[in-house]
C-alpha cells in the first residue's frame, strides 16, 4: 500500500555532510512512522533514526546522535535523513522504511515495519 524511495546517496569524504530524501507514496503519509536502517557489507542491519507522524518525537542511535537529524515534510509525503561530520564507519546501504501508526514501542526494531525502500549507497572515504 505503500511505496518508498529512497535517494541522495554518494560518496563523500570524512567530515562533509549529506542529507538522503524518501518520497512516499498515499494520501495517509502522516498517519505513518518513519524510520531509516542501514546496512554495511558483512553486517546486520542496523536502526539509525525514526520519526513520528507530525515530526514532533525523534529517536536515534547512539552512533549518531548529534550528527545526524531526521525529519519529514508531510506537505511533499518526504522523509529526510541530514547526515553531517560523516564518518567511514556511516558507509552503508541506507534504508526508508515505514509503519502505521503512531506506537513508540519497539520503535528500532526492523521487523515492526512493513514498508521498505530499494536503498541508497552512502560511502565515506577517510
Known amino acids: 500500500q505503500v511505496q518508498l524511495v529512497e535517494s541522495g546517496g554518494g560518496l563523500v569524504q570524512a567530515g562533509g555532510s549529506l542529507r538522503l530524501s524518501c518520497a512516499a507514496s498515499g494520501r495517509t503519509f502522516s ?10 557489507p558483512g553486517k546486520e542491519r542496523e536502526f539509525v533514526a ?7 518525537n525523534t ?12 525529519s519529514r515534510d508531510n506537505a511533499k509525503n518526504t522523509v529526510y535523513l541530514q547526515m553531517d561530520s560523516l564518518k567511514p564507519e ?17 520503535i528500532s526494531t526492523d521487523a515492526k515495519y512493513d514498508y521498505w525502500g530499494q536503498g541508497t549507497q552512502v560511502t565515506v572515504s577517510s
Request: net charge positive; proline share 0%; charged share 15%.
Open 31 to 40: 498517519s505513518f512512522t518513519m524510520a531509516w536502517f542501514r546496512q554495511a
Open 90 to 106: 556511516d558507509t552503508a546501504v541506507y534504508y526508508c522504511a515505514a509503519r502505521y501508526g503512531s506506537s513508540w514501542l519497539r
Open 59 to 70: 529517536l536515534y542511535a547512539v552512533s549518531v546522535k548529534g550528527r545526524f537529524t531526521i
Open 50 to 56: 525514526a520519526i513520528n507522524g507530525s515530526g514532533d
